[in-house]
Each structure stands twice: as C-alpha cells, then as structure tokens.
C-alpha cells in the first residue's frame, strides 16, 4: 500500500480533492490496473451502529461489529471492491486478493489512527462448500466504500474509491466530498419506529428431531468414529411485519455487552446477526491471540445457585473433557506453524447474560512469515463448533442436523492493512429475510452427553437469543 504524505482536512475542497483524484487515475493508467483510494479522517465522536442505521439500505452489502464492553466499534457499507472464493484453498484465495489489492491502494489521511485505512471485512462458511440457494458464499471478502470504527474516544471515518481510467472523477468527488460534510456533523435518521421486533403472535417451526440426533450421535461416538461432535438446531421464525435486522442487532448488543455483536448483508435482503462469545483469533503487533471456549452450563437465579452452578461445572468430568479436546487442538494446529501457545493448565469461568462457559485463552507470538490468514485456515473450525478428530465429526454434520449451516458457526472478521485482524465464530446467531428470520443453537456431545440435557441447553440459548430479539 502506497501512504502518501497528505492531509486530507488542509486546503480541502471539492476541486482540491477531485486534482488528488485526477493524480491517482494518472497512475491508474499508468500501472494497467485500477486504483483503490482510501481516505481516512478522524472526526468527532459517533457511533458507528446508529451511523449504519441512518443509511442502511437493504440492497446494499454492510457489515458491522462490536465489542460494547470495550468501547471498540467498526462498520462499512457498500462496495469499493469484492471477492468471493471456494473450497479448501479459499482462505489462501483470500489472503492473495487482500495481498494484491493493497498493492495497488493509495491511502491519505489519517492511516494511522485506530481502525484508519481499507479494511476487508469478510465472512467464511462452516464448510468449505455451500449448496445451492445459501445466502452467503463459502468465503466472500469486500472493501467498504464507506467506514466508520470507535475505539475508546477516537472515531475514524474512512472512504474507499476505486479510480480506474474511466471512472466520472467529478461525481466521485462529489460524493466523498458531502460524505466527508455529513461525518463531521452527523445527523442520525430514525431507523423507524419503537414497538418490539417481533409481535406476541409470531409463529415458529423446527425440522428435525435434536434429541433423537444427540442420540445417534453418540452411536457414532461409541464406535470410535469420533470423539466430539457438535450439533445445532435450527428454528424458523415469521412475523406479521418485516424484521429490522439492525433494531434487532441493537437488542443484542444491550443484552450481551461482553459477546461480539454482529451484522453482515449480502445486498440482497438478507442479514446474518448474532451475538457470538467466540473469538477465533486476534492479531495485533504481533501478537496472536485465540481460546478455547467448551463446556457450559446455564446461570442461577441468584449468587450462590449461580456460584454452585459454576462450580460444579468447574469440576465436571464430562465437560473438562470437552475442553480439553477443544485446547488441545488449538495448541496443535498452532504448533503445525511453528507458534507456541501459552495457556493456563486449568480452564477458568466465562459468565455471559445466560449461560457460563469454560474458558481458557491462548497466546501465540507470532512468526514474520506467518500470515492471519494462515492461522486462520488451521484453526477453523475449532472443535468447540465441530468436533474432533475433525474431518470424521465434520462429515455427519450435515446427516444429523438436517440443515445446511451456511455461516452459522463460520468465521466472521475483518483483516487491516498492516495484516492485523480479528475473527469471531458466527455462534448465537439468526439469519434474518423480510418478516422470517432462522436462529441457530448448538452443543458439544462427547461420550457421557444426556439427550435431554443437551436439548435443555439449546433452549436456554433459545430464549436468551429471541428475548434479545424481542426487545
């Protein structure tokens, strides 16, 4: 990526900023290829939901996530640029478009602050494969034409233009020059209206019978084909009205501050929300950093029935078992890059609004020849959203579940220009068209699981989920 030593917010004007982009199709022409243009700005204190609220459109692509709880926020809407990819070499794919892109990105501004410059948001699949009709594609990647990202106090806008030989230069300047006048005093438009997201008549439909697929499942495992399998249930839901995929997303993210909040549309009327408490991996300066997060179990009614429920998840074989499995693959596939994950020998407690979790986080320096992306094909999926061994658990997913996955339980993320990202599992999650929306749930089953308790738990999800999504 070329920075190029400008200040956007001097000498700016409309004729200033189209003369920058008239020197950026001149060296456009000059390479053969198209130019990305990214411009960044620090502006005044937004917030980047309430910002992709006021110009959501549902026949365009945005993404969204947010950490509430740390004060980090980042969105973009519409689409500079695109790339979508398959099967087993798709995270390759990928890092090779982000590699080439950038290779041909112009950036001004302020690049250097938190969340500045192009960033590639993107999505992968639970498998490296979708079927036919699925809302999203095995690996799909885009460059927003517009950004907006908090971290802590500090708000950076950023536009992304692709300037090739023939591009209307006066129109682009045109419009990055209002968005630059709306950011620096932005007026929110109200998404519309108040009342709840769903009404108290809508309806609901479940394929398939959960237990009686945790019930084969363990078939399986008895007979030594694997050790772990995940299983997810699928409930459809319809109501009277359409569904507002970013009203419903800000329920989430007030009833589970500490999850990754979460949005991703297709441009087609479909959007993928959630509230997952999975991350994947983190790299920043660096510095890797992942976990394992299996073995659960439901939140008391007060502090001592919450505080014996954690305990005694603390000392359940069963669920220690699960996790272990869990960790221990993540420091193997770590290990097939030469990385060393350093991780507590006991796991500790992950307590969210509904459910608790054990947990253990892992850190990793990380090699100069590793990529995010490298580390990302190796550990996804994790056996918290799979199973173990991986390819045998992963192959009776679909058999058992009866649906297809599409990005429930995919990596979901976004990758910098400095090769920095973050990745979170697309968990506690619903895929919302129109006035339908389906919502995900899933459990770990391992030798010792109970049917019934399993199902049990799902539902505890289950209501956590369409509780949010009612507010």
């Known amino acids: 990526m070329t920075i190029l030593p400008l200040n956007p917010a001097h000498?700016?004007?409309?004729?200033?900023?189209?003369?920058?982009?008239?020197?950026?199709?001149?060296?456009?022409?000059?390479?053969?290829h198209p130019k990305?243009?990214?411009?960044?700005?620090?502006?005044?204190?937004?917030?980047?939901?309430?910002?992709?609220?006021?110009?959501?459109?549902?026949?365009?692509?945005?993404?969204?996530?947010?950490?509430?709880?740390?004060?980090?926020?980042?969105?973009?809407?519409?689409?500079?640029?695109?790339?979508?990819?398959?099967?087993?070499?798709?995270?390759?794919?990928?890092?090779?478009?982000?590699?080439?892109?950038?290779?041909?990105?112009?950036?001004?501004?302020?690049?250097?602050?938190?969340?500045?410059?192009?960033?590639?948001?993107?999505?992968?699949?639970?498998?490296?494969?979708?079927?036919?009709?699925?809302?999203f594609p095995s690996a799909g990647v885009f460059v927003?034409?517009?950004?907006?990202?908090?971290?802590g106090a500090t708000t950076t806008a950023v536009a992304n233009l692709l300037i090739a030989a023939d591009s209307?230069?006066?129109?682009?300047?045109?419009?990055?020059?209002?968005?630059?006048?709306?950011f620096s005093q932005f007026l929110y438009r109200d998404a519309g209206g108040t009342e709840p997201m769903l009404a108290p008549d809508f309806s609901t439909h479940e394929s398939g019978d959960y237990r009686g697929a945790v019930t084969r499942a363990l078939r399986h495992i008895e007979a030594g084909e694997f050790k772990k399998i995940v299983l997810a249930r699928a409930i459809d839901f319809s109501t009277p009205r359409p569904l507002h995929p970013l009203r419903m997303l800000n329920g989430l993210r007030q009833r589970f501050p500490e999850c990754y909040a979460f949005s991703l549309a297709n441009g087609r009327g479909q959007s993928f929300i959630g509230a997952s408490p999975e991350r994947l991996l983190r790299v920043s300066k660096g510095v890797l950093e992942t976990e394992a997060l299996a073995g659960s179990t439901r939140r008391g009614a007060g502090a001592s029935e919450d505080a014996a429920l954690g305990a005694a998840l603390l000392q359940s074989e069963k669920d220690r078992r699960e996790h272990r499995l869990v960790l221990d693959t993540i420091l193997g596939r770590l290990a097939q890059l030469d990385l060393i994950g350093e991780a507590a020998d006991t796991p500790g407690l992950r307590r969210l609004a509904n459910?608790?979790?054990?947990?253990?986080?892992?850190?990793?320096?990380?090699?100069?020849?590793?990529r995010l992306m490298d580390v990302l094909g190796l550990m996804h999926?994790?056996?918290?959203?799979?199973?173990?061994?991986?390819?045998?658990?992963?192959?009776?997913?679909?058999e058992l579940e009866g649906f297809p996955r599409g990005l429930y339980a995919g990596a979901i993320g976004w990758v910098n220009a400095r090769g920095g990202g973050?990745?979170?599992?697309?968990?506690?999650?619903?895929l919302v068209e129109g006035a339908t929306a389906r919502v995900y749930a899933g459990n770990g089953i391992v030798a010792g699981s109970n049917p019934e308790k399993e199902f049990a738990e799902t539902e505890w999800k289950f209501k956590a989920m369409l509780g949010a999504l009612c507010a």
Request: aromatic letters at 10%; one cysteine or more.
């Open 11 to 32: 000498n700016a004007s409309p004729e200033a900023l189209q003369a920058f982009l008239e020197h950026c199709r001149v060296a456009a022409v000059k390479d053969g």
């Open 36 to 135: 990305l243009v990214s411009i960044s700005l620090a502006v005044g204190a937004l917030d980047p939901l309430a910002v992709l609220e006021s110009i959501f459109e549902p026949g365009e692509p945005h993404f969204y996530a947010e950490r509430p709880n740390l004060e980090t926020a980042i969105s973009g809407a519409e689409v500079a640029v695109r790339y979508e990819a398959r099967g087993p070499d798709r995270f390759a794919s990928v890092q090779r478009f982000i590699d080439e892109t950038l290779a041909r990105t112009i950036a001004v501004g302020d690049v250097d602050a938190p969340f500045g410059g192009p960033h590639f948001f993107t999505a992968f699949a639970f498998n490296s494969e979708v079927e036919p009709g699925e809302a």
């Open 144 to 151: 927003p034409r517009w950004q907006v990202a908090r971290a």
């Open 168 to 182: 209307d230069l006066p129109a682009l300047a045109n419009r990055v020059w209002r968005a630059h006048g709306k």
């Open 355 to 370: 459910v608790q979790h054990l947990h253990t986080p892992v850190r990793a320096v990380m090699g100069e020849q590793v």
């Open 381 to 398: 999926p994790t056996p918290a959203v799979g199973g173990f061994p991986a390819e045998a658990a992963i192959a009776r997913i679909r």
């Open 422 to 430: 973050e990745f979170f599992v697309g968990i506690r999650s619903a």
